[in-house]
């Protein structure tokens, strides 16, 4: 069964930074794109970071480019989203999903909230 | 980038009825569109990709067309498990992916 697992969302000031990871099983997780997508409260999906399969590609949002950073270690099947000078406008569930297109497989998501 | 415009918003219907939800796109996307459902407090599940391409074990009364810029979701026969919020997505490059604002099919 496929699975991801995200971990590491919480509350956070202004300015801030969070690191949130992805710990994916049941499938070849070395072969697939992954990515990052985020929901603020009562509001639509929004793509924020797609990350090749060795990782020598990522591609990210407007609104996150030079503040967030996607990565994965392959040996720990897991993908990661550092988040540094976080914003009130960052709160979100962030999901973590596999594929750089259209996207089969979701995790639960983890609340991240950007408040003072 | 590539903007999605999705239409309407919010959609109110009933059991039993066909229900279609547009999706246009700023430029043409060829057919890399894909189709999400939403249920409140739960993650997104695929329902459609390549725009008219049925996931597996998505009921048949899903469909999805269109190319280019203009595109639909169609369901032919609302069920009671359908009331969601649905999504559109763009994939054409890796390098940016677009969601449409969403429709709310509420009774």
């Known amino acids: 069964e496929v699975q991801l697992v995200e971990s590491g969302g919480g509350l956070v000031q202004p300015g801030g930074s969070l690191r949130l990871s992805c710990a994916a099983s049941?499938?070849?997780?070395?072969?697939?794109?992954m990515s990052w997508v985020r929901q603020a409260p009562g509001k639509g999906l929004e793509w924020v970071a797609n990350?090749?399969?060795?990782?020598?590609?990522?591609y990210y949002v407007d609104s996150v480019k030079g503040r967030f950073t996607i990565s994965r270690d392959n040996a720990q099947n897991s993908v990661y989203l550092q988040m540094n000078s976080l914003r009130a406008e960052d709160t979100a569930v962030y999901f973590c999903?596999?594929?750089?297109?259209?996207?089969?497989?979701w995790g639960q998501g983890t609340l991240v909230t950007v408040s003072s | 980038d590539i903007q999605m415009t999705q239409s309407p918003s919010t959609l109110s219907a009933s059991v039993g009825d066909r229900v279609t939800i547009t999706c246009r796109a700023s430029q043409s996307i060829s057919s890399c569109l894909a189709w999400y459902q939403q249920k409140p407090g739960k993650a997104p599940t695929l329902l459609i990709y390549k725009a008219s391409t049925l996931e597996s074990g998505v009921p048949s009364r899903f469909s999805g067309s269109g190319s280019g810029t203009e595109f639909t979701l169609t369901i032919s026969s609302l069920q009671p498990d359908d009331f969601a919020t649905y999504y559109c997505q763009q994939y054409n490059g890796y390098s940016s992916v677009t969601f449409g604002g969403g429709t709310k099919v509420e009774i």
């Open positions: 990350i090749k399969q060795d990782g020598s590609e990522t």
């Open positions: 049941g499938f070849t997780f070395s072969t697939y794109w």
């Open positions: 999903t596999r594929g750089g297109n259209y996207r089969r497989c």
